[in-house]
T-cell receptor, first 112, second 116 residues
Framework: EAQVTQNPRYLITVTGKKLTVTCSQNMNHEYMSWYRQDPGLGLRQIYYSMNVEVTDKGDVPEGYKVSRKEKRNFPLILESPSPNQTSLYFC???????????FGDGTRLSIL | AQKVTQAQTEISVVEKEDVTLDCVYETRDTTYYLFWYKQPPSGELVFLIRRNSFDEQNEISGRYSWNFQKSTSSFNFTITASQVVDSAVYFCALSESASGTYKYIFGTGTRLKVLA
């Protein structure tokens, strides 16, 4: 089954404790992206990747890191999480940036 | 800079009414792509339609139709004879190529409530 898999689905953690949200896709997609969804703000792109080893900042990259060492994986790293990063996060992939995105089920992060 | 505006925060209609969700975009590129996604109460994001900037042909898919007008930078979505299952948040999105990369911009979404 074609899918984008994010883990964990839910996480409650504390300020400053590094965390990684994993994202994996099995569709051989070139383009991958991370978004955060906050009430009233819609989805905002954090980082995106056109291909392996190619990443670019979206609109809200501060406080996040990503890497794309393999085509299928695109982890999101919060080196020192803060409460303002409490949000619902979505990973997505597509054949290219011009194509529709397939989304994971979301990761709800709460940072206390 | 890119921008997508969905001015309608929330719309409530009674079942079987028609409803139009507005989307206005801003871009400096001549090549860009527009999308609509649906987020039902269960939370997943579902792709509905994609349009490229060179294709202004309107599209109809069952009860759904889309009106793309470059002259007004709008890409509106109409649901005919709405049903309770149409209740969801709908997002309009824009992808444009700047220097060969593609940034995605989503609107803030319109929450549609269809009442039985």
């Amino acid at each position: 089954e074609a899918q984008v898999t994010q883990n964990p689905r839910y996480l409650i953690t504390v300020t400053g404790k590094k965390l990684t949200v994993t994202c994996s896709q099995n569709m051989n997609h070139e383009y991958m992206s991370w978004y955060r969804q906050d009430p009233g703000l819609g989805l905002r792109q954090i980082y995106y990747s056109m291909n392996v080893e190619v990443t670019d900042k979206g609109d809200v990259p501060e406080g996040y890191k990503v890497s794309r060492k393999e085509k299928r994986n695109f982890p999101l790293i919060l080196e020192s999480p803060s409460p303002n990063q409490t949000s619902l996060y979505f990973c997505a992939s597509s054949l290219s940036g011009a194509q529709p995105q397939h989304f994971g089920d979301g990761t709800r992060l709460s940072i206390l | 800079a890119q921008k997508v505006t969905q001015a309608q925060t929330e719309i409530s209609v009674v079942e079987k009414e028609d409803v139009t969700l507005d989307c206005v975009y801003e871009t400096r590129d001549t090549t860009y792509y527009l999308f609509w996604y649906k987020q039902p109460p269960s939370g997943e994001l579902v792709f509905l339609i994609r349009r490229n900037s060179f294709d202004e042909q309107n599209e109809i898919s069952g009860r759904y139709s889309w009106n793309f007008q470059k002259s007004t930078s709008s890409f509106n979505f109409t649901i005919t004879a709405s049903q309770v299952v149409d209740s969801a948040v709908y997002f309009c999105a824009l992808s444009e190529s700047a220097s060969g990369t593609y940034k995605y911009i989503f609107g803030t979404g319109t929450r549609l409530k269809v009442l039985a």
